[in-house]
Structures are given as structure tokens and as C-alpha cells.
């Protein structure tokens, strides 16, 4: 499950990024309309968190633009602004639910997956590939029908595979998506993390490795 969160109040959003990824939801932080709209061009996202004031624009003209191009993530919009018209105008541009601030993380966390359960006959929650199955919504990882443990961050990481099979995956699109950080080349962190992976999910004998490394550019799932 991966989550946009387009918030420009720091600690709103430290709080609610650092909430998400306690319950191993994959959380991409956006602060600025720019920053959402450079998001959603990059990857894919099945929630979006998304606040109305925004310092380079209005959330809602945002959401407008995004649904006139078939945007397909569910969108909470996240605001103090509380007044009923506002509520019914979000909704009717294609909001899928409404929460007001201040507010409970635990209230979010429960829209979240309503909003989930809410669509999970529309929507693809269990990825399979070569043996590899990733149940989304138990957030079980198994291989060859024998379930495998993984960290949060390795499920995220074998999420994000799954998600782009066959296509090479860059170090810095992989750092950027799973640790919504800019990658630093001195270091070897997405290594580590695909070196994990490949720990995990080798069979004996296996001829053909399942996470194959492009030289100078990144990994990609065979």
C-alpha cells in the first residue's frame, strides 16, 4: 500500500508520515502542489492524503486536474477547513472521504482502511511474480505458498518490484520511493536492502536470480 501525503505543516506532517510507516504503509511526503504533481508523475499511489491550502496552490483545483486525467487513487482530504459546503465541495470534485482537523491519527488510520476495504474488489491487493506472493491487504510476503518474514522497508521494497516487474528500477527511484529521500551514491543502502531481499526469496538450485542488477544503474525483477 503506498500513500501520498501532500502537506505543507511540517509537523502535521512529520506526525502523520512517521504514523503510516509505524503500520508499514509506504508514505511519500509532498509539501507543495509542485512537489504532489512531480509525485504522481514518478510512481504510482493508492491513497492520497491531501490538504486544500497549499503554499503554491489550492488542493481542490489540484484534485480537479487530477481526476480529469482519470487520476485512479483514492483521495481523503485532510483540512481545517470544516464548514458543510466545503465538505460537499470536495466530495463532489471526486473526494472519496472528508476528515477535518485537528484530528485523530487513529481516525485516519481507520478511513484509510475503510477507504481500502472500500475498493478492495476494484482494486489489486495481492501481487503475484515467479512464485511470489504479496498479500497487501495482510500484509503477508510468501514464497512458493511458504509465508517469508520482511521489515517494513523490505516489504516496501518487494512491493515496489512487484508493482514494476521486468522494468529497471533506478537507486534513486528506489530511494526516493521507499525512503522518500534524494539517494546518495557514497552510499549503499538500496544494496543492502535488494541483498536482503535476495536472501529471503532464494530457492535452491535457482538459475535465474530473481532480482538481476543492471551495472551503474539499479535492479530490476526477472
Known sequence: MKILL?????????????????VSYATTWARSRMEAQVAVAESHFDIVILDISL?????????TEWRGKNFP?????????????DKIAGL???ADDYLTKPFSFGELL???????????GQKKTVLEHRGIRLDLLKHEAALDGELVQLTQREF?????????????????QIAETIWDCHFDMETNLVDVYVAKLRGKLRRENETEPLFQSVRGVGYKLA
Open 6 to 22: 501532500v502537506e505543507d505543516d511540517r509537523k502535521i506532517g512529520q506526525f502523520v508520515k512517521k504514523g503510516l510507516e509505524e
Open 55 to 63: 503554499p503554491d496552490g489550492n488542493g481542490l483545483q489540484l484534485l
Open 73 to 85: 487513487a483514492q483521495v481523503l482530504i485532510l483540512s481545517a477547513r470544516h464548514e458543510v459546503d
Open 92 to 94: 463532489n470534485l471526486g
Open 110 to 120: 481507520a478511513r484509510i482502511r475503510c477507504l481500502v476495504r472500500r475498493h478492495a
Open 156 to 172: 516496501a521494497l518487494l512491493e515496489y518490484f512487484l508493482q514494476n516487474p521486468s522494468r529497471v528500477l533506478t537507486r534513486t
